[in-house]
């Protein structure tokens, strides 16, 4: 087996960015925000009310939660929406926090104007909890960080996963229809019959299925020669219940110093099912000597039917001496 380093390497980061998520997920997150301050207020006169709240955004309990205030002001508990909460000269003490739960105390400062910077630490028995100055820096709770990282990986995966399930109807519904697409993404041409098809012909549904099974036939027949006059005659022969129309063109790289180019075209030749019609071109091709190129005949054939369908046919035939 051959060793592929970019699959290593895909391997490796890939591994990295889950253990990242993971570890963004499962992270504990303890976070302070001051939401409202009450610069008036009349409970004391010389005193301010403080809005304290402590968020536990992980998904364990946090464990003996200490919010440590200045020591410079005083403080008062004036309430809570916790019964269990404390406070203990500057520090508010809280024995747990659930997950996605938060505590919420209102305090009463006095001997200075409160601010965000007062909030010295904030610790708990296994964490380290962060200030935060704005309700929106708040992080997700861990069930919500769940739903943001299944929705960043799991919606692209079931877009690709429908994507191939469409691709996949579509290839049971369309046989071939695949390889249809890849030939014409590289725009090769097919070989049939001793004539070249165009990429965009193939698996076109009528005349190109009954070509390919040998319904219509193209013949190049065998060129007779008069100095350097050459003719080439072509004949196509329908064994099917269509009737079929071809046009036929004849070139060679000296014909139109000779002949005018309509002479080089035969329009509009009908053939009845069951029957067969030749038609024949002089080109011009050297007597002696002359190029590979100069002694070829470049030969085009055009058939279409009453519906609207066509297929469109090259053939080269070199002329020998």
Request: net charge neutral; with cysteine.
């Amino acid at each position: 087996m051959q060793f592929n380093p970019l699959t290593l390497i895909t391997t490796l980061i890939g591994g990295l960015v889950l253990a990242g998520l993971l570890g963004w997920i499962r992270r504990p997150r303890l976070v302070v925000l001051v939401p409202r301050l009450f610069l008036h207020s009349e409970v004391a006169v010389r005193g301010q009310l403080v809005e304290v709240s402590v968020f536990n955004r992980g998904f364990k309990t946090e464990e003996a939660v200490e919010v440590t205030l200045n020591h410079s002001l005083r403080y008062e508990l004036l309430g809570s929406n916790n019964q269990d909460v404390k406070l203990s000269t500057n520090k508010i003490c809280a024995p747990r926090i659930g997950p996605s739960d938060e505590i919420t105390v209102l305090l009463l400062v006095e001997s200075g104007t409160f601010k965000q910077e007062d909030i010295v630490l904030c610790l708990s028995k296994d964490t380290k909890g962060v200030v935060v100055a704005k309700p929106e820096l708040v992080p997700p709770t861990g069930q919500q960080r769940i739903g943001l990282v299944g929705a960043v990986v799991l919606v692209p995966a079931l877009l690709y996963a429908a994507s191939l399930g469409i691709d996949y109807a579509f290839e049971l519904l369309n046989p071939g229809a695949k390889a249809a697409i890849a030939r014409a993404e590289k725009k090769e041409e097919q070989e049939l019959h001793g004539w070249k098809v165009p990429w965009f012909e193939i698996d076109k549904p009528g005349l190109y299925s009954d070509f390919k099974a040998g319904s219509i036939t193209a013949v190049v027949g065998s060129p007779t020669k008069k100095g350097d006059v050459v003719t080439v005659p072509v004949s196509v022969s329908n064994a099917t219940q269509r009737v079929l129309r071809y046009n036929l063109e004849v070139n060679s790289a000296g014909s139109s110093k000779r002949f005018k180019s309509f002479e080089s075209y035969v329009p509009d030749v009908i053939v009845t099912p069951g029957g067969k019609e030749q038609r024949s071109v002089n080109i011009v091709i050297p007597q002696s000597g002359g190029s590979a190129a100069e002694r070829t005949a470049f030969i085009s054939l055009q058939l279409t039917d009453l519906s609207g369908n066509s297929l469109n046919l090259q053939s080269q035939l070199l002329v020998q001496q």
